[in-house]
């Protein structure tokens, strides 16, 4: 390989990346890569395909790293690894974008779009949407190539391509057979703006703490005078509604007087009101069944038989509000299985829009969530005296997770697929997961599938998968699976051209026509291993599913559990497939130094080039994978990256700038001290850890153990090697230049550009490192490492006793005592050297000591005069050469000492080593006076 890589300068790493992208731009190498051979078969990755419509963001660059880094180390391995891009093209995102750009808002909005022609509205509606979902996309790709993740972006998926759709029908339609998909009219979670209900997976991504306007609402009791039922409810838009009260069977309630008036409530919900009360009768709930009370509201349709009365429900307690129970059978779950229970009336009080509907008079036509309309139906109750009081109440509150509008649970006709009667095989199939990090398993995602409900697959809108089911007025249904099945060949997929095919019904002589929904988006990405090859009708497909299925290795964010991570398993598992992957990481969210979410109104978002030009792609990858577990938040800013860089990248830098100041002298064959072996067998035991942190997905640790390594080469290895070096000694260089070319293939997966540069510069043998085999763990001598290990213990607790006891290192001291470890020759020259003593003792003495390690060391701290005069001998050189760089000498500038009389006893015994360290060709005695040390006066001549 012919990079330069004198040229790289340490401040400018994100410059030298660009290069290295050059040159596998320029030869092809993930060509190369992908054509690599492949011993170990295949290892199957999913892209979890992003949407193209809106800039990349931080948090993206960590979810594609993340999933670069373990196809990088499995072809190392001898794996081939597919990488096929994926995007994901429908749904509301692009709709909301959409509906922006044209400046309308809603559904009525967009059928009128080419005004009284819904057709042609829609039509154009969903082209503005196709067209939409490319807008960033060079943006993605540029990033994508940018930061080094290497993924196959000429042949992507594409969700909303025929073959793609004609996929996901024929899943579909697998299910239809199975029974898995039905229509039913239930209360959902539904978005009134978007006007469709939304599945709880949806929800569960959309939830916010707000505080809410709750209201304690008297019901006036028929045929009692001034006695009212007392009930409490979150959602005043749903009281006009009302058309029951429920209590518990079993819950005790009390009638209070409170002198103006009666009322009832659970007794152990009393503390609810203030000021004086009599209680003046207790009654079981089951005593209440049957009263009937006054309607808040007059609403003609509400009327009938068996509305206004007091029930038992099984789902009322006495733990919050009054322990009554409002119901309003169209807005809440258990209010409508409770209101056909009973026979209450269905009818709607609110329209699709949110927006009273004409029978609430007063209130007709105005948005449910407003605060002026909760007002009104305020005043209206203290108009008619039939509110007790109200409170504000923080909860947790679902809103749209597109457009951020309040849901209202609100009961609609949708389509479901059976999740919930496949539940024991979703629970199963997880087992079968091995998910980083591990509780995610059992935890985050085990407890969501616990309680698991069934799929709202439909959504009421146009850029989506259309639901590929036919209906004929007759009742008749029929699923379709392929666009044959609707003799059509040539038609795009997509609404209105698809709303235009009919069928011949079977059952009668009348046309089918496809029901108006599209498809929830997470359908799309959920059946991506199958769809993604266009199975089963694209020629190839059957062998592509069979060598692609399950995936090895997925990666995303943390939400996924309930997005792209459940919506697989979902599909899969409805089909009766295996768990469709075997390992997933599960990445913790990017907040910002502080530990706050990152948000454009908080104006604390980092953008993702801003650290790639300042700091380069290595740094930010090295800091992503070191940082915190991957399941953790990461708290990120800029000085962490910076920091990444300094503390090992550069380091490894700064370690190959040493090797190339002595590459010439390289021999081919290895030097054996001590030191060699140790540095040799290190580097074996960093090649088994990395190795295992990987195949666990324990990223963290991985870099961790490597930056362990690179730093223990350069403050243990290369330092104490530094004289060896200089001095030219045999098989040293040779040693080092090993270890950096181990070292560049350990970090390649990492930090795939600086150990590019490493890996050229050390003379690797292939292209790119990126080519070459994952290297064979040496072997590890544990007795070496053990006895460096101790060496170095001493070290430290050496250098400690010397600063307690204020000994400069350059002192040398008479000796060091060791009791508790024995050491080899070789260890105790280093400990010399490294201590600065004359003698390394095995023995117990009364010199200052520490117990550590397992150890007692003891430094002597006496100084004879031989001692001293060495010390100041050593005091003088480092002044001296202090001098000479305040001078502007260069190494081969030679001078001449002046040093004052009380210098003389030094340099009778120390005069050529200072000579020698100084480059200096005399000393004269005599008056000196630019620099004093310990009582001796400098001068220096050049
Ligand atoms: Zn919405
Ligand atoms: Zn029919």
Redesign the pocket.
């Known amino acids: 390989m012919t990079v330069d890589v004198t040229c790289m300068s340490t401040n400018n790493f994100a410059e030298e990346e660009k290069k290295v992208l050059e040159m596998w731009k320029e030869k092809g190498i993930f060509d190369l890569v992908q054509k690599k051979e492949s011993p170990e078969g295949d290892f199957v990755f999913y892209e979890g395909p992003p949407t193209a419509n809106a800039k990349p963001a931080l948090h993206h660059v960590l979810a594609r790293v993340f999933k670069d880094v373990i196809p990088r180390y499995k072809i190392m391995q001898g794996f081939h690894v597919d990488r096929k891009a994926g995007w994901d093209t429908h749904g509301l995102p692009v709709e909301l974008q959409v509906e922006k750009k044209l400046g309308i808002s809603g559904k009525p909005q967009i059928e009128n779009i080419v005004p009284g022609d819904p057709v042609a509205s829609i039509k154009k509606f969903n082209a503005e949407c196709k067209d939409m979902v490319w807008g960033f996309l060079d943006e993605w790709s540029r990033l994508t190539e940018r930061i080094g993740f290497w993924l196959d972006l000429d042949d992507p998926y594409v969700t909303y391509e025929n073959e793609y759709i004609e996929s996901l029908w024929w899943v579909f339609k697998q299910m239809w057979e199975r029974g898995l998909v039905y229509q039913s009219h239930k209360v959902v979670p539904y978005c009134s703006r978007c006007g469709t209900a939304l599945s709880s997976h949806e929800v569960a991504q959309g939830y916010q703490t707000v505080k809410d306007r709750s209201v304690f609402v008297k019901f006036k009791v028929v045929d009692e005078k001034d006695a009212y039922i007392l009930s409490w409810t979150t959602t005043p838009w749903t009281l006009p509604g009302n058309v029951a009260l429920a209590v518990g069977d079993g819950v005790d309630y009390v009638y209070v007087d409170t002198g103006d008036e009666t009322l009832i409530l659970a007794k152990n919900r009393l503390e609810i009101l203030e000021g004086e009360y009599k209680v003046v009768k207790e009654v079981k709930g089951s005593k209440l069944v049957g009263l009937s009370y006054e309607s808040l509201f007059d609403i003609p349709s509400l009327k009938s038989d068996t509305s206004y009365k007091v029930y038992a429900a099984d789902f009322v307690t006495d733990v919050d509000g009054t322990g009554v129970v409002h119901t309003a059978v169209m807005y809440g779950i258990d209010d409508y299985e409770f209101g056909e229970g009973v026979g209450l009336p269905k009818f709607h009080t609110v329209d699709e829009e949110g927006n009273f509907v004409d029978e609430v008079s007063g209130l007709a036509g105005k948005y449910v969530k407003d605060p002026k309309t909760e007002q009104a139906i305020i005043d209206h109750l203290t108009a008619n005296n039939l509110l007790f009081g109200e409170e504000m109440y923080e909860h947790e509150y679902p809103f749209c997770w597109r457009c951020k509008t309040p849901l209202l649970y609100y009961a609609r006709d949708s389509w479901f697929i059976r999740v919930s009667d496949v539940k024991d095989r979703l629970v199963a199939n997880n087992q079968t997961i091995n998910w980083e990090p591990s509780h995610i398993k059992d935890g985050r995602f085990g407890e969501w599938l616990n309680n698991i409900h069934d799929w709202a697959i439909s959504r009421e809108r146009y850029w989506g998968t259309p639901l590929p089911i036919w209906m004929?007025?007759?009742?008749?249904m029929k699923c379709v699976g392929s666009a044959k099945e609707l003799g059509v060949s040539d038609i795009e997929l997509h609404r209105p051209y698809v709303d235009e095919v009919e069928l011949d019904?079977e059952?009668?002589d009348?046309k089918?026509k496809r029901v108006p929904e599209v498809m929830d988006v997470w359908f799309d990405s959920g059946a991506m291993p199958i769809a993604q090859w266009g199975f089963p009708h694209k020629e190839g497909s059957e062998d592509q599913l069979n060598n692609h299925y399950p995936a090895d290795y997925i990666a995303e964010a943390i939400d996924q559990t309930r997005g792209w991570f459940y919506t697989l398993l979902s599909v899969a598992t409805l089909l009766e497939k295996e768990a469709p992957y075997k390992n997933v990481i599960c990445l913790g969210h990017i907040l910002d130094g502080k530990g706050f979410k990152m948000s454009k109104s908080k104006g604390n978002v980092v953008e993702p080039w801003e650290v790639i030009n300042t700091h380069g792609v290595d740094a930010l990858r090295w800091h992503f994978f070191s940082m915190s577990a991957a399941g953790e938040p990461k708290r990120f800013d800029m000085k962490g990256v910076d920091q990444a860089k300094r503390r090992t990248l550069m380091i490894l830098w700064n370690v190959l700038k040493f090797y190339e100041l002595y590459k010439d002298g390289a021999t081919g064959k290895m030097a054996d001290s001590a030191l060699d072996k140790w540095v040799l067998s290190r580097l074996a035991e960093t090649t088994q850890t990395v190795q295992g942190h990987l195949d666990k997905y324990d990223l963290t640790r991985a870099t961790r153990a490597l930056h362990d390594f690179i730093t223990e080469v350069s403050t243990w290895y290369v330092r104490r090697s530094r004289g060896r070096f200089k001095s030219g000694e045999e098989g040293v260089v040779d040693v080092l230049k090993h270890v950096l070319l181990e070292t560049s293939k350990l970090i390649a997966p990492f930090t795939p550009f600086i150990a590019e540069r490493v890996y050229g510069a050390v003379g690797g043998e292939k292209e790119s490192v990126h080519l070459d085999d994952w290297p064979e763990s040496g072997k590890v001598d544990e007795e070496l490492l053990k006895a460096m290990q101790q060496t170095r213990d001493v070290v430290e607790i050496g250098m400690r006793l010397r600063a307690e006891n204020s000994m400069k290192v350059r002192q040398p001291l008479a000796a060091i005592a060791i009791d508790g470890a024995k050491l080899e020759d070789a260890y105790i020259e280093i400990l010399k050297e490294e201590l600065n003593v004359k003698e390394v003792v095995f023995e117990k003495n009364d010199w200052p000591s520490h117990e550590d390690k397992g150890m007692t060391v003891g430094l002597n701290i006496e100084l004879n005069d031989e001692l001293r005069l060495e010390g100041v001998a050593r005091e003088l050189v480092r002044t001296i050469n202090g001098m000479r760089k305040d001078a502007g000498l260069t190494i081969t500038d030679r001078i001449t000492l002046i040093v004052s009389e009380s210098g003389k006893a030094v340099f009778n015994v120390h005069e050529e080593y200072i000579l020698v360290s100084t480059k200096s060709d005399s000393v004269e005695f005599g008056d000196a006076g630019d620099v004093e040390v310990g009582g001796i006066a400098i001068s220096i001549i050049k």
């Open positions: 004929c007025e007759c009742g008749e019904c059952k009668c009348k089918m």
